[in-house]
């Protein structure tokens, strides 16, 4: 039988954390198994600060580094080849690699960096490089060595038990694992910034869920559907959760008939934190998340902000709130959100939009405006209508 593919991940941050480290490491094992149980046969590990993974011959390399590589705590993978924890092995297993390298991608410069994690092997890390990278300018004809911009850069890694040689180090997304930060509730329209902001705090460890308010049949179904499909996307990284979807058209045809137009937007996004903070506690969440960025609209103004928050005692995460537009949307493109995202169809914040809008609102104001209003009968009457719909990942990259 052909031996099994063999790859080194490393967990970055999670590396650092003291005492806490093997709680971090069991659950970042336990993440890595459910993002690849698509994949048969596949065996991860954890040993000596490193996790190895093991999958049989047949397994498709990109699609294992695609799913490791999107999962959180993860710094970074390679495909590695494992052997006898000694120099006459691992020279053997370089000479052969560089030797492929050279017939198949014309490799004419090399380098060895050598690494003894076995502090009781007695050979140090600059001799081990030394002495295989001797065996290997030896044993191929026309190699030479270059120490700053080699065509070939080996890693040799002397461990208590074997030998690992490697060349790329193909980057993760770092972080923390998730479900390592309690859990939040995120507001997910359907712009570019809400998924942003909710995989950020996935990085961070934190488990999500997620409400959606839309204003059919004011707002096209396909504009749902789309935020169902963001959602998916963010489920390739943080596992499959709930979307809570609301229809908050009632609510904007109340405040549009007893309010300030010109206050429309700022009550609109009271209604939706009081009824995302009902939600979120309905489902556990620790906090709400939301995609907001100082200054960027005039509901984001740092007065607005402060009025919209007076509603909840959650506390509120905003991720992107001292980020440029720029950042942003590299980020979507990033994690692959961003095409989704630009879809054109309008969502609920469209809908009775003023044409100018208060930017510093006055919060005894709002609230005299908001007396005409039987609040806690809308936000029931809203919560009554919520659609919840599972959402499972959309593989992506």
């Excluded at 959760?241 to 300030?260: G, M, S, T, V």
């Amino acid at each position: 039988m052909e031996d099994k593919k063999v790859f080194i991940a490393r967990c970055g941050e999670v590396a650092l954390k003291g005492l806490n480290k093997p709680y971090f490491e069991k659950t970042l094992v336990s993440r890595m198994c459910a993002a690849t149980e698509h994949l048969p046969g596949v065996e991860i590990k954890r040993r000596e600060g490193l996790i190895f993974i093991k999958t049989p011959p047949e397994t498709d390399e990109r699609q294992l580094i695609t799913a490791i590589t999107k999962v959180f705590g993860v710094a970074s993978i390679s495909p590695a080849i494992e052997t006898k924890a000694t120099l006459e092995a691992a020279a053997g297993v370089a000479i052969s690699y560089v030797r492929k390298r050279m017939r198949e991608q014309g490799v004419k410069t090399f380098k060895i960096e050598a690494k003894r994690a076995d502090k009781s092997f007695p050979v140090k890390s600059p001799d081990i490089a030394r002495l295989v990278g001797a065996e290997v300018l030896a044993g191929c004809e026309g190699l030479t060595v270059d120490v700053r911009r080699p065509d070939c850069l080996l890693f040799v890694e002397i461990r208590k038990d074997h030998a690992y040689l490697y060349e790329e180090k193909i980057a993760g997304f770092g972080g923390l694992p998730l479900g390592t930060n309690g859990k939040g509730l995120v507001l997910l329209s359907g712009g570019i910034d809400s998924p942003v902001a909710a995989w950020m705090m996935a990085k961070r460890g934190m488990r999500l869920e997620a409400v959606h308010f839309h204003s059919y049949p004011y707002t096209d179904r396909r504009a749902q559907e789309k935020v169902e499909q963001l959602a998916g996307i963010l489920a390739a990284y943080c596992g499959p959760f709930a979307l809570h979807a609301i229809n908050l058209l009632p609510i904007q045809e109340a405040i549009a008939a007893h309010c300030r137009e010109d206050e429309m937007t700022i009550h609109i996004r009271r209604f939706m934190m009081r009824i995302a903070e009902k939600v979120a506690r309905e489902t556990r969440c620790d906090m709400l998340i939301t995609g907001e960025n100082l200054g960027q609209v005039a509901s984001q103004t740092a007065e607005a902000l402060v009025v919209t928050d007076e509603v909840v005692a959650l506390p509120v995460m905003r991720p992107l709130i001292a980020l440029d537009k720029v950042d942003i949307i590299a980020k979507a493109k990033e994690i692959g959100t961003y095409e989704t995202s630009i879809q054109p169809y309008e969502d609920c914040c469209s809908v009775f939009l003023p044409k100018h809008p208060v930017t510093k609102p006055k919060l005894e104001k709002i609230k005299m405006s908001e007396s005409g209003l039987d609040v806690a009968a809308l936000v029931e009457a809203a919560l009554a209508d919520t659609e919840t719909v599972r959402c499972n990942s959309h593989l992506v990259g």
